[in-house]
Nanobody
Framework: QVHLVESGGGLVQAGGSLRLSCTASGGTFSSYAMGWFRQAQGNEREFVVAISRSGGNIYSGNSVKGRFTIARDNAKNTVYLQMASLKPEDTAVYFC????????????????????WGQGTQITVSS
């Protein structure tokens, strides 16, 4: 069983930056593809960004391209979501997720391929 814990959420002004962390335990982190999703109140869960198990490939959702990026440190069992130029519409609960089968490309944009999820962390962007 893989346990994921997100941290780093909070309140930030529009235009600001924030970094989320997600630390995994209970599995082989380096063999998983990892992703970040978000869910705003009243909306469906939305793909944000994903990274392959090696870190060599990154896939970003259209709404965050050029503003958000993802990185991983396999030695620390941690994946990061670096967010910049934040907008009020980025307000949501952010979830990290692990894909033990390490799918690639467009598959990583689908929440259904992820077997493990964190509890989520709230990001609120004020205007």
């Amino acid at each position: 069983q893989v346990h994921l814990v997100e941290s780093g959420g909070g309140l930030v002004q529009a235009g600001g930056s924030l970094r989320l962390s997600c630390t995994a335990s209970g599995g082989t982190f380096s063999s998983y593809a990892m992703g970040w999703f978000r869910q705003a109140q009243g909306n469906e869960r939305e793909f944000v960004v994903a990274i392959s198990r090696s870190g060599g490939n990154i896939y970003s959702g259209n709404s965050v391209k050029g503003r958000f990026t993802i990185a991983r440190d396999n030695a620390k069992n941690t994946v990061y979501l670096q967010m910049a130029s934040l907008k009020p519409e980025d307000t949501a609960v952010y979830f990290c997720a692990a894909d033990p089968q390490a799918h690639s490309s467009v598959m990583l944009t689908r929440s259904s391929v992820y077997d493990y999820w964190g509890q989520g962390t709230q990001i609120t962007v004020s205007s």
